[in-house]
């Protein structure tokens, strides 16, 4: 019916100019004669020029159509007072007797535009020696291509919109550039426009998009705040790093929720998703040699001997180029102590540290999961252990950047455990971080909170406005099922054992309750929930916090119905 509606509205067109022809013949009054050089601009000349550092000059063809005697054509010439100095247009176009067409020759010094730049020059004939019949102006359109040189063929597994949609860690080969004028910065060419699996035509941009990675250092590895090229209908998608990744034999990688995501038409165009939320992002640039020596630990519980001993077991995920693996079991959490993770590693060889060696089990490439248990070699007591693991290729070299470590706590006399430690407060940015952060983050559209404990095995955390948790709070949920129904839990545990751990929240609202919720695990088996309340003031104003309100941290048992008031 569609196609049939344009042809009878083509046909009915046709008509009506058949009867107005008609109807107008006899009043038909030829245009006026043209004269004199007639000038006018070819329409077969490039309108769009791109040009190099090494280039010198554009031409355009000028066309006239008295060719007789030889002609002088004034031509103006409209440029962006920012450039106009770069370019040298003439002021007169020179015909030839005889000859119908001419050159406007623009000349410019190459080496003075800048790559990536763009540049609009309109020419324009005097309308004295124009015709109505041709073009008396054009516009100009000259481009100077950033200087990419192709590294080569890579390997980019996507972790990126699996963290706003329901789609898979696809995994596609890709052109990996690099720009001479900023190296250290990698080039990768349409990842998320004509390369994603999952884009439809009209999802993304049809223009060249490349995905910029900062690479200057390899430990600290990162993407620019920058839009993916695509958009499946909620706004441009773009992107921001929060947490460092590396470059190591030609691979890139990130942690879990690496990225912030946010799209222009949702949610205010506010971050609103985790990028990597599996943490399976990589690049494999040119060269890279493909090997896994992934190693991870999960403590699974003790073996008690016939002499009512206790040894420590641990479940051990390795990938498949692992054919060994040796371990220690330490005293104390050192899980997240760099130092004390690297001695346990060399030290692995002193016979004063327990330690063994296991062989791999055999690797069935039909294998989804390679796994094996590991056993502490002697008994330990009731205390906090940590069991550091090292695989090592078919060569017998330790991949030490592949090794694991996990805490554990065996109680092989029920023996009685502190309570949980953990403390957490919310504040504005500037309360947290200084007053010098006031001018950028004001109090009153930003929140900051802090975090520390010892010993945490898992953390869950969630911020919300307090009216919506008061909701809930009223129609029975406790804090601890909002948190883990809606929070995010937090793998890498280090900085909460160590440090603290410090965020800060912008885009929020002024003059509004918030509350941050918190559910951590610690190696004892224990559980606590802790919320913390944090009101934004008005614009312009500075909240009052006690900066002491760590200690005064609010331990929340269920439903509280006081905690907002």
């Known amino acids: 019916m569609k196609k049939f509606f344009r042809i009878f509205a083509v046909a009915a067109l046709l008509c009506t100019t058949l009867v107005a022809c008609e109807e107008k013949f006899d009043d038909y009054t030829p245009a006026d004669p043209v004269s004199g050089v007639q000038a006018y601009f070819s329409n077969e000349s490039a309108t769009d020029v791109t040009v190099t550092k090494a280039d010198s000059q554009v031409e355009v063809t000028l066309m006239r159509g008295d060719a007789m005697t030889a002609a002088s054509v004034p031509i103006t010439a409209s440029i962006d007072a920012a450039y106009a100095s770069l370019f040298n247009v003439p002021a007169t176009a020179n015909f030839e007797t005889g000859k119908t067409s001419t050159s406007v020759v623009i000349t410019f010094d190459g080496a003075q535009l800048t790559d990536g730049a763009k540049y609009q020059i309109t020419l324009k004939v005097g309308d004295d020696v124009s015709t109505p019949y041709g073009k008396n102006q054009t516009t100009l ?307 900051a909170w802090y975090a520390e404990g010892s010993n945490i095995s898992a953390w869950t955390q969630l911020m919300a406005g307090a009216a919506a948790v008061q909701g809930l709070l009223d129609k029975g949920a406790t804090l601890e099922q909002i948190v883990l129904a809606n929070g995010s839990a937090y793998e890498d545990l280090n900085y909460i054992n160590t440090d603290g751990y410090d965020y800060g929240i912008y885009n929020v609202s002024p003059e509004t309750s918030y509350i941050m919720i918190h559910y951590v695990e610690d190696l004892y088996g224990n559980t606590k929930t802790v919320g913390t309340l944090y009101t934004t003031p008005a614009a312009e104003q500075k909240a009052e916090v006690n900066k002491s309100a760590l200690k005064n941290s609010v331990k929340l048992e269920g439903g509280v119905s006081n905690l907002f008031e």
């Open 141 to 447: 359109n000259i481009s100077v291509p950033e200087p990419y040189v192709l590294l080569g063929k890579g390997l980019y597994r996507e972790d990126l919109m699996t963290g706003i949609f329901d789609v898979d860690n696809i995994e596609y080969e890709v052109e990996v550039y690099e720009n001479l004028n900023t190296p250290g910065y990698l080039y990768v060419k349409n990842v998320y426009t004509s390369l994603y699996g999952y884009n439809d035509p009209g999802d993304y941009v049809t223009e060249d998009k490349y995905l910029v990675i900062n690479v200057e250092d390899p430990n600290d590895v990162f993407l620019p705040q920058q839009e993916l090229g695509l958009d499946w209908g909620y706004g441009a998608v773009k992107v921001a790093t929060v947490a460092a990744g590396t470059l190591e034999n030609n691979i890139i990688t990130f942690p879990a929720k690496a990225f912030y995501l946010a799209m222009a038409d949702y949610n205010g165009g506010g971050w609103s998703f985790y990028g990597n939320p599996n943490g399976l992002f990589r690049l494999c640039l040119p060269g890279a040699v493909l090997t896994d020596f992934s190693l991870g630990l999960s403590y699974s519980g003790i073996r008690a001997g016939a002499d009512n001993s206790t040894r420590p077991v641990v479940d051990a995920v390795f990938g498949a180029d692992v054919a060994e693996i040796q371990y220690a079991v330490v005293p104390g959490n050192v899980q997240y102590d760099g130092e004390a993770v690297a001695a346990a590693i060399a030290g692995m060889a002193d016979e004063s540290i327990v330690s063994a060696t296991v062989a791999a089990v055999d690797q069935n490439e039909e294998d989804e999961v390679l796994s094996v248990e590991l056993v502490a070699a002697e008994a330990v007591e009731s205390g906090i252990y940590t069991m550091v693991a090292v695989p090592f290729d078919a060569e017998g070299n330790a991949q030490t950047a592949d090794a694991a470590a996990v805490a554990f706590y065996v109680n092989s006399i029920n023996t009685d455990v502190p309570e949980v430690d953990f403390k957490a407060t919310m504040m504005s940015v500037a309360d947290l971080f200084g007053p010098e952060y006031e001018a950028q983050y004001p109090s009153s559209s930003t929140v």
